[in-house]
């Protein structure tokens, strides 16, 4: 399965890396996303990067301030997320699905495999 680490607290305007690795696993064969629950509400997408790493994609809540990108050698996929700001406050889940990019990369239930989550909190 999939292990996702890096969250913790962090002040407003600061910067969180989270990591998605997978233990007995090549990641370069799914599509991987990024997602967080914050507290009474839905899941979101947050970020999804294709399985070569040339194609991301992120929704206007985040654009121009986390990035989403793939390090082969280490086998994992990373989250880099700058100007925090408390709306940001959330569990955050990696996930993937062995498939080319399309509409489905927004959709929680279209990815069979999932991180167990890690928790980012942002004060202001």
């Known amino acids: 399965q999939l292990q996702a680490s890096g969250g913790g607290l962090v002040q407003a305007g600061g910067s969180l890396r989270l990591s998605c690795a997978a233990p007995g696993r090549t990641l370069e064969i799914y599509f991987m996303g990024w997602f967080r629950q914050a507290l009474g509400k839905e899941r979101e997408f947050v970020a999804g990067?294709?399985?070569?790493?040339?194609?991301?994609k992120y929704p206007d809540s985040v654009k121009g301030r986390f990035t989403i990108f793939r390090n082969s050698a280490k086998n994992t996929v990373y989250l880099q997320m700058d100007s925090l700001k408390p709306e940001d406050t959330a569990v955050y889940y990696c996930?993937?699905?062995?498939?080319?990019?399309?509409?489905?990369?927004?959709?929680?239930?279209?990815?069979?495999?999932w991180g167990q989550g890690t928790l980012v909190t942002v004060s202001s």
């Open positions: 990067i294709s399985r070569s790493g040339g194609f991301t």
């Open positions: 996930a993937a699905a062995e498939r080319n990019y399309g509409p489905w990369v927004f959709r929680e239930n279209e990815y069979p495999y």
